[in-house]
T-cell receptor, first 113, second 117 residues
Framework: QQQVKQSPQSLIVQKGGISIINCAYE??????FPWYQQFPGKGPALLIAIRPDVSEKKEGRFTISFNKSAKQFSLHIMDSQPGDSATYFC????????????FGTGTSLTVIP | GAVVSQHPSRVICKSGTSVKIECRSLDFQATTMFWYRQFPKQSLMLMATSNEGSKATYEQGVEKDKFLINHASLTLSTLTVTSAHPEDSSFYIC?????????????FGSGTRLTVV
């Protein structure tokens, strides 16, 4: 059972455009929602994370929007650059399971120059 | 920031041999480390949770006798793939989180590409 559902599977965006990746979850006990960026042959690196008491968090060109009632959260990459081309994973965790991460299925982003 | 070092980054071994992968938290202590396996173009699959000073907790379907995990100190966890077979070829990644001060997420190692020939 996929605890966190992620879409789209792949995304192609023009340089300078906005990339939007969406995730949805069912378990309301989740209390931490990070986004990770992974380049080929490398481990995931934390981009940005949010807790459910906040509806939006922005760090540079990256913004998480969180909708607690809809149980959805999304990553927005503003002014997308070719260097942003990577695979992005959303995740969710909760204290009751030792903060174990439940990952989404990943989104392959390609930013075209 | 928190740094997790994983070694080796790539390893090729013959079928039937064992391979050890190390995961170190360089600038923090980690009571818990996680080991993942990732197939090409797929998400991370949790294999086991490594707890310092106690036995690892394996996910359903993961053979504990094949994937030996040792977490001997607060900064080191090892994964040993025993009697490796070609189907064990994969990308293995560890992660660790800082203890104390509230949960702040996990830092991942750079991964180990295992090829069994």
């Amino acid at each position: 059972q996929q605890q966190v559902k992620q879409s789209p599977q792949s995304l192609i965006v023009q340089k300078g455009g906005i990339s939007i990746i969406n995730c949805a979850y069912e378990n309301t006990a989740f209390d931490y929602f990070p986004w990770y960026q992974q380049f080929p042959g490398k481990g995931p690196a934390l981009l940005i994370a949010i807790r459910p008491d906040v509806s939006e968090k922005k760090e540079g060109r990256f913004t998480i929007s969180f909708n607690k009632s809809a149980k959805q959260f999304s990553l927005h990459i503003m002014d997308s650059q070719p260097g942003d081309s990577a695979t992005y994973f959303c995740a969710a965790s909760m204290k009751s399971t030792g903060n174990q991460f439940y990952f989404g299925t990943g989104t392959s982003l390609t930013v075209i120059p | 920031g928190a740094v997790v070092s994983q070694h080796p980054s790539r390893v090729i071994c013959k079928s039937g041999t064992s391979v050890k992968i190390e995961c170190r938290s360089l600038d923090f202590q980690a009571t818990t480390m996680f080991w993942y396996r990732q197939f090409p173009k797929q998400s991370l699959m949790l294999m086991a949770t490594s707890n310092e000073g106690s036995k690892a907790t394996y996910e359903q379907g993961v053979e504990k006798d094949k994937f030996l995990i040792n977490h001997a100190s607060l900064t080191l966890s090892t994964l040993t793939v025993t009697s490796a077979h070609p189907e064990d070829s994969s990308f293995y990644i560890c992660s660790a989180g800082q203890t104390g001060g509230g949960f702040r997420g996990y830092t991942f190692g750079s991964g180990t590409r295992l090829t069994v020939v």
